[in-house]
């Protein structure tokens, strides 16, 4: 199994360190994901991302079990399920989390989505019972996805305790700059997730141009853009030859004016891929 060195790291808040890039397991159907991770750890990546909501936790441990790789080789994250935010189900659930992936400790714990909709106030009470988990020395890190400027806000403000990341939807038709600036604000680092808008900007002539300059593809010129701006970023392929060209993007800048150019693209809410974090009230039976 190859080591690499390539990928930089992003020193969080609590003064831990994260992998810049890692890799996504959204929608990778649970008998494919041990495959899938294997595949993805052969290439390079060293951070892999999943969440209790994704149904694949436990393929993702077999994985990292059959690496070969020592644990401090590799980085995970997982997330919060919505119908786990009451504090007595988040303290389980994260008991579960870790028995799936076969962890003592796991890098970074988010809550998966805010859920303000359904509880204007729940997620507070949640993001108290997160730091318990790092308190006892079973997460690393504890963070948010999805979380606007007015939940970050809250709990910064009710709680004291600053998120590592807030995971949110960015890419260059949605920058998100109003959870992102909030994010940076407050010490928190942004994760992208849909970096490449599940597909929709590799298309677009401005990035095609830009990824011709630098003989590249236009995925690879997304994500080189997401890292140059300094997000945290997780492509998902299930294929190994896309898996090692999202890997193949350190090897080039882009200039402060190309990154300008692809922000530009920016269409605000008509650009948003995912649902909107102020309305989303999905919650599994």
């Known amino acids: 199994m190859p ?8 020193e969080l808040n609590n003064q831990t360190t994260i992998p810049q890039l890692g890799f996504g397991v959204f929608q990778v159907p649970p008998e494919q994901t ?5 595949k993805a750890l052969e290439v390079g990546y060293r951070h892999i991302d999943t969440a209790q909501m994704y149904g694949n936790e436990q393929e993702v441990g077999v994985a ?15 997330k919060l399920n919505n119908n786990n935010h009451a504090p007595d189900d988040a303290r ?7 028995a799936k992936l076969g962890l003592e400790q796991i890098d970074l714990f988010l809550i998966h989505w805010p859920l303000s909709a359904v509880d204007a106030d729940q997620y507070v009470e949640t993001w108290r019972t997160m730091a318990e988990f790092v308190a006892d020395g079973r997460a690393r890190s504890i963070g948010v996805s999805n979380f606007q400027a007015s939940h970050l806000d809250r709990i910064v403000a009710e709680t004291g305790v600053v998120p590592a990341v807030n995971q949110i939807e960015v890419h260059p038709y949605f920058i998100n700059d109003e959870a992102r600036g909030a994010s940076l604000r407050h010490g928190v680092e942004v994760e992208a997730w849909s970096p490449i808008a599940q597909g929709n900007v590799l298309g677009d ?21 997401h890292v140059d701006r300094g997000d945290i970023v997780f492509p998902k392929s299930m294929s190994p030859e896309r898996m090692a060209e999202n890997f193949d993007i350190f090897d080039f800048e882009l200039t402060a004016d190309q990154i300008a150019e692809i922000a530009g693209l920016d269409r605000g ?17």
């Open 205 to 225: 002539e401005t990035i095609g141009r830009i990824a011709s300059a630098h003989g590249k593809t236009p995925a690879q010129v997304t994500l080189r853009w």
């Open 64 to 78: 990292l079990a059959s690496s070969g790789l020592a644990r401090d080789d590799y980085y995970v994250t997982s």
């Open 34 to 38: 041990a495959d899938t991770v294997t």
């Open 92 to 98: 389980r659930a994260f008991d579960e989390t870790l």
């Open 3 to 10: 080591t690499t060195t390539a990928v930089p790291s992003i």
């Open 269 to 285: 809410e008509d650009g948003r891929q995912g649902p909107n974090p102020d309305t989303f009230d999905y919650v599994p039976d």
